[in-house]
């Protein structure tokens, strides 16, 4: 049995940082992070495969200030959030999958998923 676990979340200032983290049980061969904010739909947010040299990639919303990485040997993902925005704010879920991602995929590609953590973003 999979299991997922977020954790990180918070509340910021605008320009602020947060650092959110997702635990699995067992291995996957690509996690991603998602996120749905307060009248929108769910959005991936970030993917990456898992392994050395993995492949990432990044919604146009967050690149070049969100980061997302792995420790593989601990079974952990992350996503380092710089630059925050108020439309930043969602809660935030980590998924994962048992077959390689070439992009961010949609959310029904991803069995697995976290209960979520809350992010929020005050102007």
């Known amino acids: 049995l999979m299991q997922l676990v977020e954790s990180g979340g918070g509340s910021v200032q605008a320009g602020g940082s947060l650092r959110l983290s997702c635990a699995a049980s067992?291995?996957?061969?690509?996690m991603a992070w998602f996120r749905q904010g307060p009248g929108k739909q769910r959005e991936a947010v970030a993917s990456?495969?898992?392994?050395?040299?993995?492949?990432?990639y990044y919604d146009d919303a967050v690149k070049g200030r969100f980061t997302i990485s792995q420790d593989n040997a601990e079974r952990r993902m992350y996503l380092q959030m710089n630059g925050l925005k108020p439309d930043d704010t969602a809660m935030y879920y980590c998924?994962?999958?048992?077959?390689?991602?070439?992009?961010?995929?949609?959310?029904?590609?991803?069995?697995?998923w976290g209960q979520g953590t809350q992010v929020t973003v005050s102007s």
């Open positions: 998924a994962a999958r048992r077959r390689i991602c070439s992009g961010l995929h949609d959310a029904d590609s991803y069995p697995y």
């Open positions: 067992e291995y996957s061969y690509c």
């Open positions: 990456i495969n898992i392994g050395r040299g993995g492949s990432t």
